[in-house]
């Protein structure tokens, strides 16, 4: 059984190769001659204005984690809805209880969210 | 399909479900709700203690086989229970003094709580990682409630990391697991008797054991106890101490007994000296007193562990009987920790959890150190308090399962415990005070002090009439 993982292996060891001996050719055979504008960060021809190291507020991290949180909510939907119209009567009533439920409590945390406040930018 | 009876079946889970959703709304729909809200989880966690007990002696299998209600699920998650009642109790003065009172605090509680019932009544190793998830992510937070306080800070990071690496340990046990069973399903798992002896699905368990094996703080995967209990909110290091670990043994007890692999007894006996050597020992060089007490719940986890390593029908016995009075007495002292704490003055560390600070605690306050005794009695397992009989019960399994070499250690090693737990007691009794009298200022109406005497109540009664356990929780004794 384990000699069937010997072509994988051999793929393996030729993709690192590759990847590898690549790379340090290009930058071991080509000419190095830097410029200001070449190493100047690339902004689609407009002047770069400052770093992109910058500290962001902490607003966006919440409206990132709210927004990762209610997207993942309609992921869940899409499934549900697409299926739902091929299930008989009794099924039908089940499954949209089920997610019924699933969103009344994910209506509560949106519910918290708002009366927090967690959403107001100022 | 699941059926509606068998949302009956679970009714403790539901309300516990429940009210911590509820808690949230209560919490941004009423102003100053901190009060109405303690009162709710109370009330929702008495229902629930109520309600179990309605469900003994009716072994059953539902949810599509994903919960399983049995007598050992039922005692732990009563246990479970009760410590969250007494945390709760006793959290009110406690975060009204540490100047965090809101109510999201019990929702996390009660969030906990439901991770950990679920973990202990799941069939499935899914559910078991979906509760342990909940409970994780809610201790992590818990741990970091003080969010002004440092050492807070530090601790809730340091069991962030460590608690995440380990459920990445689970999480691939399960996977080797399910490689191999092709089912998720604890029952059918260890239906197949051929399968026990693969080497992957060996593997397989042991990962889950080891991820297990941190929640309960065994040796070696305890280092992160110290550290996080000294850090965490008191009342929430006695919470984790008592209530995280009993859901941690609750949950992979079923397993290590259906597993049953000899290799595997000697593991878990070295485990257990081990445990019991280090805690111990360790603990008697700690000036910190919350420090003391994790050293004390590692030594804990190893006498726990000489009741898994004994793999008998005494050990869960043992094992249950021991959780219930490690509840009261573990929970007990770190309450009244947490009550001689001094109030939020906007420090770093934690003040008056010092060892010398013990000094001369009779004088100033007897009942508060009466109490403690007590506590440090049972833990130290003298008669007639509930540690005793725990460690009786314990040392009895191992003595049945031919094991009597690790009983005997056991008992060697809880003598070390005994030095540092009298230790303090001397200091309350015997020393002089180093603090001056008149700054100590303490009330009655604390709620920290109705969890103290619920606690010393446990504490003594179950110490007193070990058969009211057997009999409350229907063991039938061997």
Sequence with gaps: MLESYIPIIIILIISVLFAVVNVNLSSLLGPSRPNKEKLSTYESGIEPVGTA?????????????????????????????VSFIGLDQLKMMYSFISVSVFIIILLVGYIYVIRKGALNWD | M???????????????????????????????????????????ILAAIATSFNYFNKEMIIFNQFLRISNASLTFSVIILISMLITVIASKSYIEKENVNFGEYYSMLLFALMGMMLMIFANDILIIFIGLELMSVCFYVLAGFLRLRQKSN????????????????????????????????????????????????????????????FKIGVFPFHMWIPDVYDGAPTVVSGMLSTAGKIAAVGTILPIILAVNILNFK?????????????GNVIALAQTNIKRLLAYSSIASAGYIFVGVASMNEFALRGI???????????????????????????????????????????????????????????????????????KYYLFFAAIKSNQIWLAVVAILLSLIGVYYYLKIIVYMWFSESLEPVSEEKFSFSDTGFAATVLAVIGTILFGVDPNLFFSLFKFVTP
């Design chain 1, 53 to 81: 190291h910058e500290r962001f507020s902490v607003k966006f991290y919440m409206v990132a984690v709210l927004f990762i949180l209610f997207d993942i909510e309609v992921v869940f939907l899409y499934p549900w809805a």
């Design chain 2, 154 to 213: 530090e601790s809730a990071l340091k069991y962030f990391l460590l608690g995440a690496f380990m459920t990445g340990f689970i999480l691939y046990g399960i996977a080797l697991i399910y490689g191999i069973t092709g089912t998720t399903n604890l029952t059918l798992i260890f239906s197949d008797a051929k399968v026990l002896t693969n080497y992957v699905f060996i593997i397989g368990t042991a990962l889950l054991i080891i991820g297990f094996m």
């Design chain 2, 2 to 44: 699941i059926q509606i009876k068998d949302l009956l079946e679970v009714l403790p889970l539901l309300i516990i479900a429940f009210s911590a959703i509820f808690i949230l709304l209560l919490e941004v729909s009423i102003k100053k709700s901190e009060t109405v809200i303690f009162g709710f989880s109370l009330i929702a």
């Design chain 2, 266 to 278: 000697i593991i878990f006996s070295v485990a257990a000296v081990a445990t019991m050597l280090y």
């Design chain 2, 320 to 390: 249950a009987y021991y959780l219930i009075a490690y509840t009261f007495m573990q929970l007990g002292a770190f309450i009244i920790v947490a009550m001689l704490e001094k109030k939020d003055d906007g420090s770093r560390d934690y003040k008056n959890v010092d060892l010398d600070f013990y000094k001369g605690l009779g004088k100033r306050n007897p009942v508060i150190a009466t109490f403690m005794t007590f506590f440090l009695f049972s833990l130290a397992g003298i008669p007639p308090f509930a540690g005793f009989w725990g």
